[in-house]
């Protein structure tokens, strides 16, 4: 073949190769089953002119002017606000009721036995990081069941003089933090129920735990020590309160209240020189002095037996702030009744105090506070007053 004849054949395959190419392109190009839309012109509805109201055109009067008055400016984002004036209420002489005296019994005196046994390892938790609002990281941080409590429950707290604080839970029993640990006490450590109303350290450091179904429990840092359906509870103990003596009161929700003079005796076997002039109303039994639980409820002169909160006033009285029967006050030998005939507002006291210059206020559930000022014997300031932003009070 000559040198001519290979550049035809070459030229006749580029331009072949080029056809091809140019075929396949149209193809890719060109859109599977394309077709051109049908145009067709949009006509509007015309509505008949018989078939619309003509709009009723009405003169405007001459608008009335008020003159703006002057408004009260408020200061916003304070939680500050104005008192009101509180209501004055001239108390009543209140009715004195003597246990052992007309119809009232005297109260029941019953031998307190000190059953102590050790307390069971309780579970330690180190306490992990608290959680921390995002909305205010700088003030808040919440403590649950994922930091170590046994419970996320909490019905009542306590510090002890060690700085530890106590927390009481409604299922988990008792929860104490040391600042880095929480060690967990609940039935298998000793308690004698998991359900916490109340607490109180004494004098010489004991812990009281006020149950709802198992009395009363007392810890030392090493023993237990339980009075429960043996000593008469029977019912929570939701209050408790150690007086100037060391008698420690139990208030309870239904069996009035409990004076255990347990302490005392102590001390006195201790020859504890404080406590050697508190000797005239302690049991003895063949000559020796023997701890006691004194029972006082309805019949022996309290106003009701359901006992909230109570308090010592600087008098030596135990004042009991009770669930419909106000204010029991008992100085040693009488009880005395204070409720709405005698100025309250309510029956239902929730928490008392004392303040410095022996006024007691109290906290009334649903009608705010009242103040009983018995040095000027014009007993009582009624609330709700415009200072309080709520009329609940809880809590004692």
Known sequence: MGYTNKIIIRTVLIIYGMFLYSCTRQNDQAPPNSFNPKVVEAKGYIVPKDSIALPISK????????????????????????????????AGIPKIYTPGKDTFSRPKVFLAIDSSF???IPEAVIAK????????????????KLQGLK?????????????NIWFGTKTGGVSKYDGKSFTNFTVKEGLSNNYIWSMLEDKIGNIWIGTGAGGVCRYDG??????????????PVVS???????????????????KYDGNRVDAILGRDKTAQGTLQDL??????????????????GLSSNTIWCMLEDKSGNIWCGTHGGGASRYDGKSFAHFGYAEGFSNNNIKNMFEDAVGNIWFGIDGEGICKYDRDDEQQALRAPSPCLPSDGLAGC
């Open 118 to 120: 050790a307390a069971g």
């Open 129 to 144: 990081d608290a959680h921390i609002n995002d909305n205010n990281p700088q003030n808040f941080s919440t403590f649950s």
């Open 151 to 163: 419970s996320g429950y909490i019905s009542c707290m306590l510090q002890d003089k060690k700085g």
């Open 222 to 235: 090493k023993f237990f020590t339980n009075f429960t359906k043996k000593e008469g509870f029977n019912n």
């Open 59 to 90: 003169t405007g009067g001459n608008p009335a002017i008020v003159k703006a008055g002057n408004p009260k400016l408020l200061p916003a984002d304070t939680n500050i606000f104005p008192a009101g004036e509180p209501k004055i209420v001239t």
């Open 283 to 300: 049991k003895k039994t063949n000559g020796k002095l023997v701890k006691t639980f004194t029972h006082f409820t309805y019949k022996e």
């Open 240 to 258: 408790m309160l150690e007086d100037k003596n060391g008698n420690i009161w139990f208030g309870t929700n239904g069996e009035g209240i409990f």
